[in-house]
């Protein structure tokens, strides 16, 4: 290569790299800052952030309600929230408590969304929409407890289910439509409510009967098979079957469809409800009864607890946010009702386990429960009313 071909070669890699910088610093300058600044637009709104986030953010201002008790501040903390972001997130927060045990904030929810419900005028319609539509979502998943404890939080700030024929009252008068509209807003607002509420119901019988189908796997047993249990059936009952706990029943969570002349009504069942320790097999003090109605988007709830749990005053209000606590003893007998069912619990057989680790009668061994379900329509006898006596701790054995 020539002395001039270096030369030149040299030349246009310098004008190239010098066109280069000039270039950069144009589109920097020029275009960057003077044709099209970056603008600062302002911070992200707190109705933009994702369901985790909102839940924290409403966290922090229940606890500042909790020392303050100012609902105009929290009030003007949400004012750009939707109704159905600010029913959702405290929903979701007020399950999160339930389950962690803390009753206290759980409680401060209830209270501060009471407020809101109060002062915002929230549309009663809204409330039971959002509410049943978490409660499917989570049956749908598979995760019956955080479903009951949404169910719970609507029972607890006065969500009242309407019944086949009612309609639920709205929390605070709303304006009266214009002339000219008030004909079309009276027949379109019904119909509107009444083809949503039949679409929910529709998914959750839906749900329901997929997870019957999924259920029909027998569970393993422990030594020889043994002939199944048969409860005499009641007169009047829908459903008549024994539930049967035994210790090394890790995942115990047994369900009972009820049924009416072949049309689906609910569910029924028993599962665990808290256990001691973390070995296994796992140590249960406390078993969970509930009755689901597929007409009411709450499922009730009651506990049965073992003496040391019953006893243990901390533990027995833990369990009490999940429902009645009530000592486990042969012959109780508990009766959990919705809108149109009735179940009837009879606790046939408690046998306790022993354990170095553990007080005395403190978890289950063995536990047979009688379940009967009956439909309140049928105009079939009253379930009996639970003696007073039934629930009450048994006697210390004399030393």
Excluded at 13 to 24: D, E, K, Q, S
Excluded at 119 to 148: F, H
Excluded at 151 to 165: D, Q
């Amino acid at each position: 290569m020539s002395a001039t071909t270096k030369s030149s070669y040299r030349a246009a890699l310098l004008a190239g790299v010098v066109g280069l910088v000039v270039g950069i610093l144009i589109g920097w300058l020029a275009i960057g800052w003077l044709l099209w600044p970056v603008q600062y637009v302002g911070e992200a709104y707190t109705y933009e952030l994702n369901l985790p986030d909102k839940i924290n953010y409403v966290a922090a201002l229940v606890d500042s309600y909790s020392l303050r008790r100012q609902v105009d501040l929290v009030r003007q903390r949400l004012a750009s929230w939707p109704l159905e972001d600010k029913i959702t997130t405290l929903a979701e927060l007020y399950a999160r408590y339930e389950r962690e045990g803390m009753a206290v904030e759980a409680h401060q929810i209830v209270e501060l969304t009471g407020q809101l419900k109060q002062v915002e005028g929230w549309d009663a319609s809204v409330v039971n929409t959002t509410l049943s539509s978490l409660v499917a979502r989570y049956l749908e998943q598979g995760d019956r407890e955080r479903a009951q404890f949404i169910s719970l939080f609507g029972s607890e700030i006065g969500l009242v289910s309407a019944s086949p024929g009612e309609e639920a009252a709205p929390p605070a008068a709303r304006a009266a439509p214009s002339p000219a509209a008030g004909g079309a807003v009276e027949w379109i607002l019904p119909i509107l409510l009444a083809v949503l509420g039949v679409v929910v119901v529709v998914l959750v019988v839906l749900f329901l009967m997929q997870r019957r189908s999924v259920r029909t796997t027998a569970k393993p047993t422990r030594g020889a098979p043994s002939a199944p249990v048969m409860v005499p059936s009641e007169p009047g009952a829908l459903l008549s079957t024994l539930s049967t706990y035994e210790l090394g029943m890790d995942s115990f969570d047994e369900s009972f469809s009820i049924e009416e002349n072949g049309v689906f009504k609910g569910e029924c069942g028993m599962g665990i409800s808290e256990v001691i320790g973390e070995d296994r097999p796992r140590k249960v003090v406390a078993l969970e009864l509930w009755l689901f109605d597929k007409g009411d988007i709450r499922t009730i709830t009651k506990v049965l607890a073992s003496e040391y749990a019953y006893n243990d005053e901390l533990l027995r209000n833990r369990l009490s946010a999940r429902g009645e606590a009530v000592l486990a003893q042969p012959g109780t007998t508990l009766v959990l009702e919705t809108a149109a069912l009735s179940l009837k619990a009879t606790v046939l057989e408690v046998e306790y386990g022993t354990g170095e680790d553990v007080p005395p009668r403190s978890f289950f061994k063995r536990v047979n429960v009688a379940l009967s379900a009956r439909s309140k329509t049928t105009g079939a006898e009253e379930m009996p009313v639970v003696p007073e006596e039934m629930g009450s701790a048994p006697e210390e054995p004399s030393m």
